[in-house]
């Protein structure tokens, strides 16, 4: 399974690339504006896209179908490695099925239910965002959306690769990659908290206590 760091923070982006375990880059306008960059949006994009060898999934706020298409288009303008974030919408099914004919890749996001993926993945969509902790907020179960996704993309051959998204603990990722998911977009926070253990610090401290009795 692919970890992507779901970040517009740059300083969080340099220090996941730094550990080599991050495949991308997902981000929205609420992570943008919480970026702390005193950069334009476009100069922020190329920014991202410069720490980062994998692909950025960029969000914009066009609506309408035609208008959806210009700005996935500009957008794919910044860096090759920029995959354009349309919520779902009957415009931007439509549209996410033109910019993939022409070459640009997209991410189809606000994603909560089997219905809305099957529809992402019917229009072409490269990857399909359902939410999870969102989904978990609400009452419902997210991982159960994971895994019914994944089952009906296996079960068609579908293209479009799942990305578990609003992913707010360990344990999501790990069902996610449980479960079959292709891709899980993590908070910095839960990267950091996948290579804790209470078990792994009480280990070293033994061990390193252990080492200064030899010593003696
Ligand atoms: O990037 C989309 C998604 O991961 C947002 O997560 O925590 O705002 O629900 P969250």
Redesign the pocket.
């Known amino acids: 399974m692919k970890i992507f760091l779901?970040s517009a923070n740059l300083e969080e982006i340099e220090k996941a690339s730094k550990l080599k375990v991050v495949d991308g880059i997902?981000?929205?306008p609420?992570?943008m504006a919480k970026s702390g960059a005193n950069l334009s949006m476009a100069k922020l994009i190329k920014k991202i896209c410069s720490l980062i060898s994998g692909l950025v999934s960029v969000e914009g706020v066009a609506i309408k179908k035609d208008e959806i298409i210009k700005e996935g288009k500009e957008l794919a303008k910044i860096a090759k490695n920029i995959v354009y974030k349309i919520p779902i919408s009957e415009d931007g099914l439509a549209a996410a099925y033109e910019l993939e004919k022409q070459g640009v890749k997209t991410n189809i996001?606000l994603v909560f239910s089997l219905s809305q993926a099957l529809l992402a993945a019917k229009v072409g969509a490269s990857f399909v965002?359902p939410?999870i902790?969102?989904l978990e907020d609400n009452g419902e179960d997210g991982l159960k959306l994971i895994e019914e996704i994944v089952s009906v993309f296996n079960r068609y051959q579908f293209k479009s690769q799942i990305i578990a998204?609003?992913?707010?603990n360990v344990y999501h990722v790990k069902k996610a990659a449980f479960l079959g998911c292709h891709i899980a977009?993590v908070?910095y926070k839960v990267l950091t908290q996948m290579y804790r253990h209470f078990l792994t610090d009480k280990g070293l401290q033994v061990f390193l206590a252990d080492w200064q009795k030899i010593k003696k």
């Open positions: 779901d997902t981000t929205n609420t992570l996001t965002s939410f902790g969102r998204a609003s992913v707010r977009t908070p």
